[in-house]
């Protein structure tokens, strides 16, 4: 991913123009005289401390000069700005919004607390490009503000380091469920640690879609929540340089590199911008969502099968026929029993392997939340349409529904790692 050291005449070309359109902007020669690592004059260290906020660099840099000078350092690939690089990495602090709204309910980042992050997005761009390592305690300060970029660095950190770290982003992370939990989630697949199978599988949380239906009535039907676009449009931004970002899929595309091998591959690809995107919808990409299905590929991964292999699901719909509530009650149970019973399944096997210990077993099940909808009366309004005689309209809708056995969710006991939940479909 990263330029090469030696150029062409046109590649020189570029570089050198380059170089000139910052000058243009920056009104003198000054600055390209200027050694990377040298201290910033008087001026602009006060203008940039009356700018300071709570984060970022505390106005110790001026980000706009911050971010020429690292992208200089990476067009030409050079290795002797790497320490003056990672000296900036290390200074970082996570952004606190101090900003309040027009109406005073929330709070966000101010323009100057958005320039430091735009410039230290080019500093770790540089950093990556450039191949070099980053310590631990810098990529605990970054991870909040630069989740994606920390999961690459950390991705390439030999597994007998980062397998501590990648532990702790999984277990506390910073943003749970994002792209950083997720590549150390299959980091740690591939290179299990003590006890990292046990909570894995036990992070997961099957949903399940329980109906209560009449007895002979058809089935209900199930549907599935869309994703979120992009937005493609950004303002021009003519005097900074170009912000290399990237973005990190199971999906292969063109010019995507494997950043975590495995059944279910990890990639990345890089892409140049104005401005930091991130990597949610509001900032107009997506990075990586670990939720139970994804969990459940990475069990399969450490049990070296395929996910289909793994004979439960995590979203599941049951149909259960009533006629008495001891009646609908045993067999909501049984359809419980059944489903851990599959698990237990999955946690011996992996005991079975030596990635869990037996006193681990019971922990490490998936917790299972029912979600229950009585679907009686439903269905009789569905039956009944409106061409039906009165004798059905007299039992149907509320009135029909009125005259239904209730169903006391109370009086069910479940097992352990059984929860009733609110309906949310």
């Known amino acids: 991913?990263?330029?090469?050291?030696?150029?062409?005449?046109?590649?020189?070309?570029?570089?050198?123009?380059?170089?000139?359109?910052?000058?243009?902007y920056a009104g003198c020669l000054a600055i390209l005289l200027t050694p990377f690592g040298q201290a910033q004059g008087p001026s602009e260290t006060q203008t940039s401390s009356a700018n300071s906020s709570p984060g970022g660099w505390l106005g110790k840099e001026e980000p706009k000069a911050v971010a020429w000078r690292a992208y200089d350092a990476m067009l030409i690939h050079d290795g002797s700005a790497i320490p003056e690089l990672l000296s900036l990495a290390s200074e970082w602090q996570p952004l606190s919004a101090q900003t309040p709204s027009d109406d005073g309910r929330w709070r966000h980042l101010s323009s100057e607390q958005e320039e430091e992050r735009d410039a230290m997005t080019v500093v770790l761009d540089a950093l990556?490009?450039?191949?070099?390592?980053?310590?631990?305690?810098?990529?605990?300060?970054?991870?909040?503000?630069?989740?994606?970029?920390?999961?690459?660095?950390?991705?390439?950190?030999?597994?007998?380091?980062?397998?501590?770290l990648s532990l702790e982003f999984y277990s506390a992370p910073v943003k749970p469920g994002f792209s950083l939990q997720y590549v150390s989630a299959a980091l740690l697949a591939l290179h299990p640690l003590p006890r990292f199978a046990g909570k894995l599988l036990g992070d997961i949380t099957v949903q399940a879609k329980v109906y209560a239906v009449a007895p002979g009535g058809p089935g209900m039907g199930s549907g599935s929540a869309g994703d979120c676009g992009i937005d493609s449009s950004e303002p021009d931004r003519g005097d900074w340089p170009k912000i290399g970002q990237y973005k990190v899929s199971t999906q292969m595309s063109e010019g995507a590199l494997v950043l975590v091998p495995g059944s279910e591959p990890i990639y990345v690809s890089r892409e140049e911008s104005t401005h930091y995107l991130g990597?949610?919808?509001?900032?107009?990409w997506r990075g990586l969502y670990l939720g139970r299905e994804e969990r459940r590929a990475l069990v399969a991964e450490m049990l070296g099968v395929p996910a289909e292999q793994v004979p439960w699901e995590?979203?599941?719909?049951?149909?259960?026929?009533?006629?008495?509530?001891?009646?609908?009650?045993?067999?909501?149970?049984?359809?419980?029993?059944?489903?851990?019973?599959?698990?237990?399944?999955?946690?011996?096997?992996?005991?079975?392997?030596?990635?869990?210990?037996?006193?681990?077993?019971?922990?490490?099940?998936?917790?299972?939340?029912?979600?229950?909808?009585?679907a009686r009366g439903v269905q009789q309004d569905h039956e009944c349409g409106d061409d039906s005689d009165d004798a059905c309209s007299v039992n149907s809708g509320d009135e029909g529904r009125n005259e239904l056995e209730p169903i006391s969710k109370e009086a069910i006991e479940l097992p352990a790692r059984v929860v009733w939940a609110e309906w949310r479909f």
């Open 1 to 24: 991913m990263a330029r090469k050291a030696s150029y062409g005449s046109a590649e020189l070309a570029e570089v050198l123009m380059t170089l000139l359109h910052r000058l243009f």
């Open 128 to 164: 990556i490009q450039l191949k070099a390592p980053v310590p631990g305690s810098t990529l605990r300060s970054l991870a909040a503000d630069f989740d994606n970029a920390t999961a690459i660095i950390l991705a390439r950190v030999p597994i007998e380091e980062s397998g501590p």
């Open 279 to 284: 990597n949610e919808c509001a900032g107009g």
């Open 314 to 374: 995590t979203d599941l719909q049951k149909d259960i026929e009533f006629r008495s509530l001891e009646q609908f009650t045993g067999e909501l149970l049984a359809f419980v029993k059944e489903q851990q019973a599959m698990y237990r399944a999955t946690a011996q096997a992996l005991e079975a392997r030596g990635l869990l210990a037996h006193s681990e077993i019971q922990q490490s099940l998936p917790g299972l939340e029912l979600y229950l909808e009585d």
